[in-house]
């Protein structure tokens, strides 16, 4: 063994311990975070992104399940110009001249209503029978007597706004103590002149549908598109409850119509309130409808007059929540009977309970 060499190895190990001993005492650490940021940002990656997808979904469940349980009060916009033509996002689609469907028709885009018919919006739960899914308006066709102007068809749909209570178990006349007016139409906006003071102590929730009541109402009987609405009452009040009505009304766009409407809607085939739709036995019928409605699921059921179901399935709408999307569902009924076809959506919680639903009733010949 040579001990000259190993005691040269010896030093050499100690000069190179000294020198990164010195080297560690020089080095300062320091925040490179948006260094690495900007670095990891641009390189490219291949890794799953299943985490942000759960992220994504958690807060769409969050946004949508906010949306069943409590909807914000009325907001008023400033007067707008109405678009030449009504679009779908304006105007809901009309029933046909006659209670019979035709499952090859394609809707329209106005609300002007059929013959004896006007539009009436109201407050009703998201899901018929499940007083817990919130609140929002739907619209039926009322039967009236009225003059062929939108200005007579306004007057009597409003009438009926105002004196009809919300389809909660307490029934809520909301307008107790209000009259109509006045409704003048000009090119610019619709004024609707109130009588009185609401005598109803109600939530501020229920207070602002009720103020979209009139304003849909109004634009859906005057069939001029989302025409701005002003709201005036003949003491000069500047608000409705703790609503303020100092500006006129317009409806929101549909990506934010959850805020007021229920969230599904079957609109063809349509009939007068309290009546039913008459369709041909053995012949493919078409359903159609809008929902906000998660991941745009939307499930039915066709029973007969025992309550028996008979067909049943699912579709998925064109746009899923908060967006509104429309939805079609293709059935046949081969016998003759009383039929009534429901469409839902279930709660995203546990899959059983409905969160928003409609049905129609029909009668197979």
Do not use: C
């Not at 329209?108 to 007083?131: D, K, N, Q």
């Not at 085939?269 to 053995?282: D, K, L, R």
């Amino acid at each position: 063994m040579n001990t000259d060499n190993h005691h040269d190895h010896g030093a050499l190990e100690n000069e190179l311990r000294a020198a990164l001993a010195h080297r560690a005492e020089q080095v300062r650490p320091s925040d490179r975070w948006e260094e690495i940021a900007m670095t990891t940002a641009k390189a490219p990656t291949t890794t799953r992104r299943w985490p942000i997808v759960l992220l994504a979904a958690a807060a769409v469940l969050a946004v949508v399940a906010g949306t069943w349980f409590l909807r914000p009060q009325a907001t008023p916009t400033v007067p707008a110009t109405p678009s030449p033509t009504a679009s779908a996002t304006d105007a809901s689609p009309s029933p046909s001249a006659s209670p019979s469907a035709t499952p090859s028709g394609t809707p329209s885009t106005s609300e002007t209503g059929f013959g004896g018919t006007v539009p009436v919006y109201y407050i009703a739960p998201e899901a018929l029978g499940w007083p817990e899914s919130g609140l929002g308006l739907r619209r039926v066709w009322v039967p009236a007597e009225t003059p062929d102007t939108p200005a007579a068809k306004a007057k009597a749909a409003l009438v009926i706004a105002l004196g009809r209570p919300t389809a909660t178990e307490g029934q809520i006349k909301a307008w107790d103590g209000v009259s109509l007016s006045n409704i003048v139409i000009d090119s610019d906006r619709i004024t609707v002149t109130l009588s009185g003071a609401p005598s109803a102590d109600i939530a501020d929730n229920i207070a602002g549908l009720a103020v979209q009541q009139l304003v849909w109402t109004a634009q859906a009987a005057v069939g001029q598109g989302n025409l701005p609405v002003q709201l005036t009452t003949t003491d000069g009040a500047s608000r409705l409850w703790t609503v303020d009505i100092s500006a006129p009304f317009t409806r929101p766009a549909r990506a934010q119509q959850y805020t007021v409407l229920t969230d599904l809607w079957i609109t063809e085939p349509s009939y007068p309130e309290g009546g039913t739709a008459v369709v041909p036995a053995g012949r493919p019928l078409k359903i159609s409808g809008e929902a906000t409605v998660f991941e745009a699921n939307v499930q039915w059921q066709l029973s007969d007059a025992t309550g028996r179901v008979v067909d049943q399935g699912f579709v998925t709408a064109s746009a899923g929540a908060p967006d509104r999307g429309t939805f079609d569902i293709s059935v046949t009924i081969p016998d003759a009977g009383e039929y009534v076809l429901k469409a839902f959506a279930v709660s995203m919680k546990d899959g059983a309970g409905e969160v928003a639903n409609d049905s129609v009733s029909l009668t197979v010949r």
